[in-house]
């Protein structure tokens, strides 16, 4: 599915001046406050942006992958928290509903998630269980006509707003990721609790809880797929993911060259701009040049997958160099900007701080690299 080039055209539009006009002059007051504020909360609802990656039949706006990318770099220019706001409805929270969910699932969640008026988030890691995540330790007991829940969820994203968890425990006496089976566990139900929000290095704004299922009653119409095929859901929705992220790195990238360019192009030094030292030309050709590279990564990825191509190894790929590249960027920066950099009033080092975590979540570059290598082995090259 794809929009029409002339609406597409004038979402993104849309989008950027949205980023330009009410996002960035907000980005100190997010980090200050620690929340996202409601006023541009019900403005993204307006414009549809819970629903981006959601079929029209279901109120979403129903963009393929390459669309969704577009956004997603558009999005990046910003503080990476306004993102997160509708990035689990978007993404990891309700892909899994998309991808494996029945007409009757679909029907009853699909609606208010591509509106907004209610949130999810995607339950995987747990306090023992990380990368490693076909090894999960919460389990879902069968007992008549619901499975007993019980378990601990760690680090889960708009765990403090949601009202609908994507959750993988494990049904079978199976060892590994075959005995996992995924599940959509209202917040509403008995034995549900959310733990306080973590305190963390950046993306202040966007919060991350621990979610405690204590014998909770999940009615057995709520499972996603057939029992067993939970990991396999998780992997997919992450591969989705994937994708998402690295266009989230390309943007922000693409924010700090464009920073750092007005900034070396007004600060003097030596009689003249920093911008006609060369070793800080050498710097912005570095930040450009692979900045490039992943954004061309990015949406060539995104249109084989548009295509139905099996694209594991090249959303791997994409999130592993787009991420290190967003970090290298962010890196050199603050070095452009001096001390200036390393000075909160002017962003450069929050962003720096912010960007830390796309190495990290949704697979680790060291989860990565072991995707790609078995991926490149796979195919023989
Ligand atoms: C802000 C934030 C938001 C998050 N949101 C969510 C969410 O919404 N839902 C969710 O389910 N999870 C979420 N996570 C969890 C995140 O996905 C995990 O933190 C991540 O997958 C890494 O797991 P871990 O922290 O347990 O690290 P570990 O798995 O303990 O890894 C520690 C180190 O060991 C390395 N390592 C592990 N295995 C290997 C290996 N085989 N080879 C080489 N190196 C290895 C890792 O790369 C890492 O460097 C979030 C985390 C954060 C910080």
Redesign the pocket.
């Known amino acids: 599915m794809a929009l029409d080039p002339e609406t597409f055209d004038a979402l993104i539009d849309t989008v950027r001046r949205f980023v330009a006009e009410r996002l960035r002059p907000l980005e100190a007051e997010v980090e200050a406050a620690d929340a996202i504020p409601d006023a541009v909360i019900a403005a993204m609802k307006d414009m549809g942006l819970f629903g981006l990656s959601i079929a029209d039949e279901f109120g979403g706006l129903g963009l393929n992958m390459i669309e969704e990318c577009r956004v997603a770099i558009e999005m990046g220019r910003t503080t990476p928290a306004f993102r997160s706001t509708f990035g689990?409805n978007v993404g990891?929270g309700s892909q899994g509903l998309v991808m494996a969910g029945t007409p009757e699932q679909k029907a009853e969640w699909l609606p208010r998630i591509a509106s907004g008026e209610i949130v999810t988030?995607?339950?995987?890691?747990e306090p023992d269980?990380?990368?490693?995540?076909g090894s999960v330790k919460t389990r879902a007991v069968r007992d008549g006509d619901v499975y007993r829940l019980s378990g601990t969820?760690?680090?889960?994203?708009n765990a403090d707003k949601a009202q609908l968890f994507t959750v993988m425990a494990r049904t079978g006496e199976e060892k590994g990721a075959r005995g996992v089976s995924a599940f959509l566990v209202p917040k509403d139900l008995p034995g549900v609790t959310i733990g306080e929000p973590e305190k963390?290095m950046g993306?202040k704004g966007a919060k991350?809880a621990d979610v405690h299922f204590d014998d909770v009653p999940v009615p057995a119409a709520n499972r996603l797929g057939a029992e067993g095929e939970g990991f396999k859901i998780a992997m997919r929705v992450l591969d989705r993911g994937r994708l998402h992220i690295s266009a989230v790195c390309v943007g922000v990238a693409e924010r700090l060259i464009a920073d750092s360019v007005a900034y070396a192009g007004g600060r003097h030094q030596f009689g003249q701009p920093i911008a006609a030292h060369q070793l800080i030309q050498g710097m912005i050709a570095d930040m450009k040049t692979e900045a490039l590279v992943a954004r061309a990564m990015v949406l060539e990825t995104a249109a084989a997958k548009d295509r139905g191509e099996d694209v594991v190894l090249e959303s791997a790929a994409a999130k592993y160099f787009a991420s290190e590249m967003v970090g290298r960027v962010a890196d050199k920066a603050v070095q452009i900007y001096g001390g200036a950099g390393y000075i909160a009033d002017y962003g450069i080092e929050r962003l720096y701080r912010d960007v830390r975590?796309f190495r990290?979540?949704?697979?680790?570059?060291?989860?990565q690299q072991?995707i790609i290598a078995r991926e490149t082995m796979k195919r023989g090259g």
């Open positions: 689990t990891i988030s995607f339950a995987l890691t269980v990380g990368s490693d995540s969820k760690r680090y889960i994203t963390k993306q991350v975590l990290i979540y949704e697979g680790t570059s060291q989860i072991v």
